[in-house]
DNA sequence: ATGCAAGTTAAAGTGAACTTGAGGTCAAGC
DNA sequence: GCTTGACCTCAAGTTCACTTTAACTTGCAT
C-alpha cells in the first residue's frame, strides 16, 4: 500500500492538490484508482510530475506536453522534436546573455544601465541575436 | 526625421502594433511626441524593445521588466539580481536537460519514453536537480 | 475639398494555467 | 452511529499578456 493521496503527492512535490485536480481533469496525470471519493496515486506520478515542471520551463504548453508524453508515447515526428531542440539551444544563449546582464547591472553602477556601453553592448547582441533567428 | 511610426517599429521589430500600443500604455515604451495623434518612437526604442523580449525569455513579467528599467535605472537591490542571475543560471542547467532529452526522444525509439532508461535517467536527474535548488 | 489608409481610443474578448468557493461525500476515530 | 476532516465536484473568478472591435481622427495624395 505505497500509493499516494492527493495530499502526499502535494507536499513531495511542493504542488498544490488543486494543480493536481486540474492536471489530472486535463489528462496529464492519472490516479491509479480511488480510496472511496479520493484518488489515489502511484509513486511514478513524481517523476511524471517532474516532466511537466521540466516542460514548462522549457516553454511547452500542458497540452504539447500531454501531447508528447501522453497516454502512449509521442505522436511529434522526429523533425519537429529536433527543431524544437534547437529552438531551446537559443534559449539558452538568450539566458546566457539576460544572466551576464544581471550580474553586469548588479555590479556595475553607471548611473543608468541603458547609459553603460557594455550593458548596451550586450543589448545589441542580443537584438542581433534574435534577428538572425527569427524570434 | 529619423522618427519611427508605430508600424516602421512594428516592421523593424515584428512586433504588432497593438502590443506596441499596450506596451505604450503600460509604460514600457515611451513616444517621443506625436505628429498629429500619432506616435513618434526614437530609434533607441528599437534596442528598448529588444531588451524586453529577453526579459520575457528570461521569464520576467512586463511590470518586472518596467521595474528593473524603467524610466530611471534600477530600483532593485543588488542582491536580488545577483539572486535572479542564479535563478536563471538554474533554468540554464534545466534546459539543457530538456534540450538533451529532446534530441535523445528524436532518435531512440524505445516502444515508449518513459520505459527507455536514458530517459528515466534523465528524468530523474531533472528532479533531483529540482528538489535541492527549490522550484 | 475629398477620400482613404493608417493611425487613434476605450472597452471587451481571448487563451493559458491556475485558484477559489460553495456545497457534497466518505472512511476513520471516538 | 456520529462527528470530523480530508477529499470530492462543478462553476466561477483571477492574472497575464495580448488581440479584437467599433467608432473616430488625421496627414497626404488626387
Request: aromatic fraction near 6%; hydrophobic fraction near 35%.
Amino acid at each position: 500500500m505505497k500509493d499516494l493521496d492527493i495530499s502526499e503527492v502535494a507536499k513531495q512535490t511542493g504542488i498544490p492538490a488543486s494543480t493536481l485536480r486540474y492536471y489530472d481533469e486535463k489528462g496529464l496525470i492519472r490516479s491509479i484508482g480511488r480510496r472511496g471519493a479520493k484518488r489515489l496515486y502511484d509513486p511514478s506520478v513524481l517523476d511524471y510530475l517532474a516532466l511537466i515542471q521540466l516542460g514548462q520551463t522549457a516553454g511547452f504548453k500542458l497540452t504539447e506536453i500531454a501531447g508528447i508524453f501522453g497516454p502512449d508515447g509521442p505522436q511529434i515526428p522526429r523533425d519537429a522534436l529536433r527543431d524544437k531542440a534547437a529552438g531551446i539551444e537559443r534559449q539558452i544563449r538568450e539566458l546566457e546573455v539576460v544572466r551576464d546582464g544581471l550580474r553586469h547591472v548588479a555590479e556595475c553602477s553607471a548611473p543608468s544601465h541603458l547609459e553603460c556601453p557594455t550593458f548596451r553592448r550586450m543589448m545589441r547582441l542580443a537584438a542581433d541575436h534574435r534577428r538572425r533567428h527569427g524570434e
